[in-house]
């Protein structure tokens, strides 16, 4: 997700097509960018991304979630401590600047404010689809997101971040976000008590491998990802109980 050097556009210009056929918004010059915490007025633009990802690894066939399934993972009546449960960051975009934001103690986050100076013009294709719903902000878009939870060690004295998934929509890649998405959340780790930030890095993957060496993570090749799931995990179902009937 480093940005790619590219020859760099004059001016400023923002130009909307909103014709039928065509109804695109292209921004060059500058692009505005805020990071937020995910709310439960979010869950189609997660339920769509967290599909998209799968599309991206071919693994369409292995997501179950449904947008009531996500919103009791999500959005719990009551829920985790801020950041201890599943917590999503969304980016969002816009070719005008977000205002400051006026409260955020019913969050317990600030989102985060930023503007990227464009290379390349970016054309949002999905205007519709994924229109913001956070605020009355008619010309911001999801971008992409971070997933992270709270995660456990007999190794140390404090949770850590698990970092389950960092995604961008196709037109949003190779601007930087990604440094800034990631770095987010590695703040809200370093600044709230945190002592890691784990997760999976897909060798297969160069880019996004590079990547999470540059931010500064640190590989271990001496540990492989293991998973007990599907009809062997399944095997363990009621063992206690077949366990008891056979004594």
């Known amino acids: 997700?480093?940005?790619?050097?590219?020859?760099?556009?004059?001016?400023e210009t923002i130009i909307t097509d909103a014709s039928s056929e065509n109804n695109n918004v292209t921004i060059t010059g500058k692009i505005y960018t805020r990071v937020r915490l995910a709310t439960k007025s979010d869950l189609s633009h997660i339920y769509q991304l967290f599909y998209q990802?799968?599309?991206?690894?071919?693994?369409?066939?292995?997501?179950?979630?449904?947008?009531?399934?996500?919103?009791n993972l999500l959005f719990k009546e009551n829920p985790l401590p801020l950041f201890y449960g599943p917590s999503v960051l969304l980016l969002e975009v816009s070719p005008t600047p977000f205002n400051e934001?006026?409260?955020?103690?019913?969050?317990?986050?600030k989102p985060v404010l930023t503007t990227f100076d464009l290379k390349f013009p970016v054309v949002e294709g999905e205007v519709e689809e994924f229109r913001?719903?956070?605020?009355?902000?008619?010309?911001?878009?999801?971008?992409?997101?971070a997933f992270f939870y709270a995660n456990y060690s007999c190794f140390?004295?404090?949770p850590g971040f698990y970092f389950e998934s960092l995604y961008f929509r196709e037109s949003y890649r190779k601007l930087g976000m990604g440094k800034l998405l990631f770095g987010t959340v590695s703040s809200i780790a370093a600044d709230n008590g945190f002592v890691s930030v784990d997760g999976i890095v897909a060798v297969w993957n160069k880019k996004s491998y590079d990547f999470y060496i540059n931010m500064g993570v640190e590989i271990f090749d001496e540990f492989r990802y293991g998973k007990l799931h599907g009809e062997n995990l399944q095997k363990y179902a009621d063992k206690g109980k077949i366990e008891e009937e056979t004594c």
Do not use: C, R, W
């Open 156 to 158: 140390n004295d404090k």
């Open 1 to 11: 997700m480093a940005p790619a050097p590219q020859q760099p556009t004059p001016s």
């Open 53 to 71: 990802i799968h599309v991206y690894h071919n693994y369409t066939h292995l997501y179950k979630a449904t947008e009531s399934s996500l919103a």
């Open 101 to 109: 934001p006026k409260n955020t103690t019913n969050e317990g986050f």
């Open 132 to 145: 913001s719903k956070y605020d009355d902000k008619s010309d911001a878009y999801i971008a992409g997101y």
